[in-house]
Antibody, heavy 118, light 107 residues
Framework: EVHLVESGGGLVKPGGSLRLSCAASGFTFSRYSMNWVRQAPGKGLDWVSLISSTSKYIYYADSVKGRFTISRDNAKNSLYLQMNSLRAEDTGVYFC???????????WGKGVLVTVSS | AIQMTQSPSSLSASVGDRVSITCRASQFIRNDLGWFQQKPGKAPKLLIYAASSLQSGVPSRFSGSGSGTDFTLTISSLQSEDFATYYCLQDYGYPRTFGQGTKVEIK
């Protein structure tokens, strides 16, 4: 069974940094592209970033480009999101998702809360 | 970026009703569209991928149609467990973009 478990969230001041992790199990992690998707409180879904299976291809939403860095360690079955220069508008629940060959974001983690506030 | 315009933003319906939600892309996206269901406090769940393919384990009352720029999610006979918020997602180009969401409420 596919499991995605996010961690690393918390309260951080504006301008601060945080590193999210996503531990994957139940599938061959190294064969799948992975995403981060976020959701501000009471708002809709917001795609953040994608990394391909070998890290060759990486894409970001314009709102996070230059501040966030996605990475992965296939040996550890783990996905990461380094978030720098955090802003209040980055507050929300961050989900780790898997891309199947034909279906984007076919599996989701439960999410982790990031709060950016002074 | 490709804009996804989803409508309606909310709707009220009764159990047994047929419900349709639409997403319109600002440009051609082939059939690279998925539909997701989200219940309060939970992660979204994939219902439909490639515009019209039913994800494994999803009830057959859910169906998707469309290609190009116009897409529809239909629930043929609404059940109590279907009251939730629904989102479309285009994965044709980057950045990927979601529709604004449609909240399906009990009438």
């Amino acid at each position: 069974e596919v499991h995605l478990v996010e961690s690393g969230g918390g309260l951080v001041k504006p301008g601060g940094s945080l590193r999210l992790s996503c531990a994957a199990s139940g599938f061959t992690f190294s064969r799948y592209s992975m995403n981060w998707v976020r959701q501000a409180p009471g708002k809709g879904l917001d795609w953040v970033s994608l990394i391909s299976s070998t890290s060759k291809y990486i894409y970001y939403a314009d709102s996070v480009k230059g501040r966030f860095t996605i990475s992965r360690d296939n040996a550890k079955n783990s996905l990461y999101l380094q978030m720098n220069s955090l802003r209040a508008e980055d507050t929300g629940v961050y989900f780790c998702t898997r891309d199947d060959v034909v279906a984007a974001s076919d599996y989701w983690g439960k999410g982790v809360l990031v709060t950016v506030s002074s | 970026a490709i804009q996804m315009t989803q409508s309606p933003s909310s709707l009220s319906a009764s159990v047994g009703d047929r419900v349709s939600i639409t997403c319109r892309a600002s440009q051609f996206i082939r059939n690279d569209l998925g539909w997701f269901q989200q219940k309060p406090g939970k992660a979204p769940k994939l219902l439909i991928y490639a515009a019209s393919s039913l994800q494994s384990g999803v009830p057959s009352r859910f169906s998707g149609s469309g290609s190009g720029t116009d897409f529809t999610l239909t629930i043929s006979s609404l059940q109590s467990e279907d009251f939730a918020t629904y989102y479309c997602l285009q994965d044709y180009g980057y950045p990927r973009t979601f529709g604004q969401g449609t909240k399906v409420e009990i009438k």
